[in-house]
């Protein structure tokens, strides 16, 4: 755990509301069951309204649909505003105080099973005047709580924008995708959409769009459009309404001057990120005149990329989140720090993340908590009182005494690149000499690595195994020397900072060289597949789920339905940071784990959604073929409505229940010594 975190039980306090239903209650001596770890959130997404009187939150349990509920935090009392006993609430946003708009999907099919988009709805605080706003791909209307009134309907591919709107009437900012005839987005429309009448005013657009920034009164302010390999951004005045080009930059590999918008100030100020010269990226204020980053940091955090966001109310910037070895927030706002400081006192051990409702005058700020061993849960604050109200857990059924502890690690590479890491050892008991599971992230050119309870980490130290998850070269958040070590290392540097991270493992006295076992999905399935063939002696097993089987399958293989990489990325990125399937041809197929398949001999388990859009189901199919002719310790699964990733609850519970079988076989408590 980070030094700063010193874990001590946390102050008891009555619970404002019941949002949520218990698992049911397992031996004390028991690990908690793969259902407590797996299961879809009890309590999710909790958001304050606009004058931060009203509470809204996804509401779950098992046994029935997520619902939408309000809460008057004044009057102490909940309601559910949108129900269904076909489908789940999915997202939600306060238009106003007296307004949300949310969409809707059923949580209990995957992928393959959708025959509808998620449509859009609007509804009163109360539960009145509910109005669907867009198709749901044929559906019209949801057949409860709707009324059958006459009225245009949007079209399914109409979404949520994912910012604070104005807030100040019946209407919200909404994104419209334009589409060709093979569903390729061309650009991206922005429409005003007035949640009441269903009325529409397309924003005027400066040319092609990717995506839209709205400014701190919640108004369209800047686009961002990435085409020929070149990310240009524009900005709207807001004296002249006029769109202007305000910068130009190589999109993957970066030039002087690039940036990317954070967030608006009040006064109109553009907050944003760059590197400006250093190894690792700040947060600066943009010169709007000029285009140019102003060079001096607002917010440094050394060792790490700043990767955060505007943590703002209407008319005034409060401070900035930021990620180091866990997450918080850097106040510039002193009342502010103030009420971080008196939260923390009555809540020690958990990271505690504040939002603010966008008034100033709201009496309640919410809590996001969380640490290593508790799962996310909200709280609310007075700040004039300083008392603090428990609202609901993410998650129930999770003992923090039966997970395990998770500390930030560093360990040098071969060519003594640092690798930073998590590792998280089982509950109780020894510390060393344990089996180790080497846990892979995806992307890979993101950061695999946040400090917090995670399931399938957390998941895997109640079984008894210790838990190392590396930030290998490519990763990003650690600098750009870091992330451009990776560029072109798939299967190579890449490769070796993961099996040097479990040599590190076996030095520090942690790991049984004995009983390793190499796992991750998409490319941490690649990963896993490459460490048997680069490292035979090292890894007993290895588990890939929706994994890259061949590089060159990512390019042009074996489509049948449209991939989701998208043909920037496989024209201008891919070549720059995987490989080129011409210049590094011998490379592609030297790291390809299909034409290396003859060489992997140790225990596997593949498992692969039928739908998958990323990594669909052929790279599966081609390996399993190649390796099952040498190897007969192949386990297999398909999940035929799933695409890249479990979606569907009782998919994930059948698969970790396979990895916790097969682990305990191969190096866990069954395995032979």
Same mark, same amino acid.
Request: aromatic share 12%.
């Given at each position: 755990m980070p030094a700063h975190l010193a874990f001590v039980a946390r102050a008891a306090g009555a619970f404002l509301l019941t949002l949520v239903l218990a698992f049911p209650a397992f031996g004390q001596g028991a690990a908690p069951p793969v259902e407590a770890f797996f299961a879809n959130p009890l309590l999710d997404d909790a958001t304050l309204s606009p004058s931060g009187r009203y509470l809204a939150a996804i509401s779950g349990a098992p046994g029935r649909r997520d619902v939408l509920v309000v809460v008057d935090l004044v009057e102490n009392k909940a309601k559910a505003v949108a129900a269904y006993s076909?489908?789940?609430?999915?997202?939600?946003?306060? =238009? +106003?105080?007296?307004?949300?708009?949310?969409?809707?999907?059923?949580?209990?099919?995957?992928?393959?099973?959708?025959?509808?988009?998620?449509?859009?709805?609007? =509804? +009163?605080?109360?539960g009145g005047g509910m109005r669907q706003l867009a198709s749901r791909r044929g559906v019209e209307f949801v057949s409860e709580g709707g009324s059958r009134l006459d009225r245009r309907i949007l079209p399914w591919h109409t979404f949520m924008l994912p910012q604070r709107g104005p807030q100040d009437a019946n209407t919200v900012y909404v994104t419209s995708p334009e589409l060709d005839d093979y569903n390729v987005v061309r650009t991206v429309n922005l429409l005003r959409l007035d949640t009441v009448t269903g009325q529409v005013q397309t924003v005027q657009r400066p040319g092609p769009v990717d995506e839209w920034l709205l400014d701190n009164a919640g108004e369209p302010r800047l686009t961002t459009r990435s085409e020929g390999g070149k990310t240009s951004i524009h900005y709207r005045d807001p004296a002249t309404s006029k769109w202007r080009l305000l910068a130009q930059f190589s999109t993957w590999q970066g030039s002087p001057g690039a940036f990317t918008p954070v967030g608006f100030g009040a006064d109109g100020t553009l907050y944003v990120r760059a590197y400006e010269g250093e190894d690792t990226a700040s947060l600066h204020t943009l010169d709007l005149a000029t285009g140019k980053v102003n060079p001096k940091p607002l917010v440094v955090t050394p060792g790490y990329d700043f990767d955060g966001a505007l943590v703002d109310r209407r008319g005034k910037v409060l401070g900035a989140s930021v990620e180091t070895d866990a997450p918080a927030i850097v106040w510039f706002d002193k009342e502010m720090q103030a009420v971080q400081q008196g939260i923390d006192k009555l809540l020690p051990g958990t990271v505690n993340l504040i939002s603010v409702a966008s008034r100033a005058d709201a009496p309640w700020v919410l809590v996001r908590s969380f640490s290593d061993v508790r799962p996310v849960s909200y709280n609310l604050y007075q700040p004039s009182t300083g008392k603090l109200n428990p609202v609901g857990s993410s998650l129930d059924g999770i003992d923090p005494a039966k997970m395990g502890r998770q500390d930030p690690v560093r360990y040098k590479a071969r060519d003594g690149r640092e690798i930073p890491a998590l590792l998280t050892l089982p509950p109780g008991g020894a510390a060393k000499n344990l089996p180790l599971v080497v846990l892979v992230h995806g992307g890979p050119f993101v950061r695999g690595n946040h400090w917090g309870w995670d399931p399938q980490t957390q998941f895997l130290a109640s079984r008894g195994y210790a838990v190392l998850e590396p930030d290998f070269r490519g990763s990003t958040g650690y600098g750009m020397g870091h992330y451009r070590a990776g560029w072109k290392q798939w299967g190579l540097a890449m490769q070796d900072d993961i099996a040097d991270g479990a040599r590190w493992a076996i030095a520090q006295g942690t790991a049984d060289p004995k009983r390793i076992c190499i796992a991750g999905a998409s490319y941490g399935g690649y990963a896993a597949l490459m460490g048997l063939v680069k490292d035979p002696n090292l890894y007993k097993c290895a588990i890939n789920w929706a994994g890259v089987t061949d590089i060159n399958l990512l390019y042009d293989g074996h489509w049948s339905f449209d991939s989701d990489l998208g043909e920037e990325w496989k024209l201008h990125g891919m070549p720059v940071l995987v490989g080129d399937q011409v210049k590094d041809a011998a490379q592609l197929k030297a790291t390809s784990p299909i034409h290396q398949a003859a060489r992997i001999t140790q225990p596997l388990l593949l498992a692969y959604?039928?739908?998958?859009?990323?990594?669909?189901?052929?790279?599966?199919?081609?390996?399993?073929?190649?390796?099952?002719?040498h190897n007969k310790q192949v386990e297999w699964v398909v999940y035929q409505d799933e695409g890249h990733g479990w979606t569907r609850p009782q998919n994930r519970f059948d698969f970790w229940k396979r990895v916790e079988s097969f682990l305990g076989r191969h190096i866990g408590s069954s395995a032979a010594r």
């Open positions: 076909e489908v789940d609430v999915l997202q939600f946003q306060w =238009v +106003n105080d007296e307004r949300l708009i949310y969409n809707v999907s059923d949580k209990q099919v995957g992928p393959g099973g959708y025959q509808l988009a998620s449509g859009l709805y609007a =509804v +009163n605080r109360d959604g039928a739908v998958d859009r990323r990594v669909p189901l052929y790279h599966g199919n081609q390996f399993r073929d190649a390796v099952s002719r």
